[in-house]
Nanobody, 121 residues
Framework: QVQLVESGGGLVQPGGSLRLSCAASGSIFSINAMGWYRQAPGKERELVAAITSGGTTNLAESVKGRFTISRDNAKNTVYLQMASLKPEDTAVYYC???????????????WGQGTQVTVSS
């Protein structure tokens, strides 16, 4: 079992920056990848950024050049540095962890409670 706790959300003006943090605890050595998803009102949850245990990153096209995902292994924490924020970035951001299960070829998704990011003038 993995527990994920997000922090760092808030209100920011367009063009501003925020850094989200996600601290993982529990069976952290079983985690294959971690990432951030977001869900805006009236929209489906979408992948924003992900980072594998090997350090490979993946970003949604809409945030490339503006967002950066990183991790601190010593703190078991993943970060999402968001810059040049736009109103369309407004959403609840959820930390995600993918880990192995006893079933071959299957993975399990753990989720944080979510943190609100609002970009508005």
């Amino acid at each position: 079992q993995v527990q994920l706790v997000e922090s760092g959300g808030g209100l920011v003006q367009p063009g501003g920056s925020l850094r989200l943090s996600c601290a993982a605890s529990g069976s952290i050595f079983s985690i294959n990848a971690m990432g951030w998803y977001r869900q805006a009102p009236g929209k489906e949850r979408e992948l924003v950024a992900a980072i594998t245990s090997g350090g490979t990153t993946n970003l949604a096209e809409s945030v490339k050049g503006r967002f950066t995902i990183s991790r601190d292994n010593a703190k078991n924490t993943v970060y999402l540095q968001m810059a040049s924020l736009k109103p369309e970035d407004t959403a609840v951001y959820y930390c995600n962890a993918k880990r192995n299960t006893p079933v071959v070829g299957s993975i399990y998704n753990d989720w944080g409670q979510g943190t609100q990011v609002t970009v508005s003038s």
